[in-house]
């Protein structure tokens, strides 16, 4: 049996809510773009197929659009505060079950978080922590925070560990491997694996842990 098709109604197509609605679309969801901005829209029609003009603040307009058909909602209107807040309202008003907005602030995300929507996104926040982390190591490709302290990191070995068992790194118990990546390919991991130069392990663990095992490699 098939995937279920997932909808998404993306609300505010700028430059982040146009590229997720791009991607959602790539992936084989449906997905409704809408913005009051006429340009916007229209830059949006031949990708998404499914777009509307209107004010997202006015509950009649979303109703009639049908945006409360959908699945999921992604609020991205910026740094205007007051219009997330009554478009969140609204959504909620017409029975959209899942709701994200993008915040651009921490008061921002503060104040959408009382409104009991199930993701409060910070992309300039989150991005400038994920590039810290590739820029104070350059042995980590990747970096996932899962909160509670706990991250996965893709970690590329350096050349000095060619054909070295993985039990050979030394790896503190607390720090799980989840896998590795050889090109393109997945491979399960186990202490007496070959590593490869090139190979990136799958970490996951503590900050204070995943830090310590890319400072030792």
């Not at 049908?66 to 959504?91: K, P, Q, R």
């Not at 922590?129 to 991250?151: E, F, I, K």
């Amino acid at each position: 049996m098939g995937k279920k098709r997932r909808s998404f109604v993306v609300l505010g197509l700028g430059s982040f809510g146009s590229v997720v609605a791009k991607a959602l679309a790539g992936l084989d969801n449906q997905v409704l773009g809408i913005d009051i901005n006429e340009r916007r829209v229209a830059d949006m029609a031949e990708e998404l197929g499914n777009v509307a003009i209107l004010d997202a603040t006015d509950d009649a307009a979303l109703r009639e659009a049908g945006a409360g058909s959908y699945d999921v909602a992604l609020v991205s209107m910026g740094d205007d505060l007051e219009s997330s807040i009554l478009t969140v309202m609204n959504l909620k008003l017409i029975g959209i079950g899942t709701i994200w907005v993008k915040a651009d602030s921490r008061t921002h995300h503060r104040i959408l978080s009382k409104m009991g929507v199930d993701r409060v996104l910070l992309p300039d926040i989150e991005m400038g922590r994920h590039t810290a982390q590739m820029l104070n190591n350059p042995a980590v490709q990747d970096y996932v925070a899962l909160g509670n302290g706990y991250s996965v990191v893709n970690l590329q070995m350096p050349d000095t560990h060619e054909d070295s068992l993985l039990a050979d790194l030394g790896l503190d118990p607390a720090v799980r491997v989840l896998g590795l990546m050889r090109g393109t390919e997945y491979l399960a991991a186990a202490p007496d694996t070959v590593l490869k130069a090139g190979d990136r392990l799958l970490l996951l663990g503590q900050k204070a842990e995943l830090t310590a095992v890319s400072g030792k490699l």
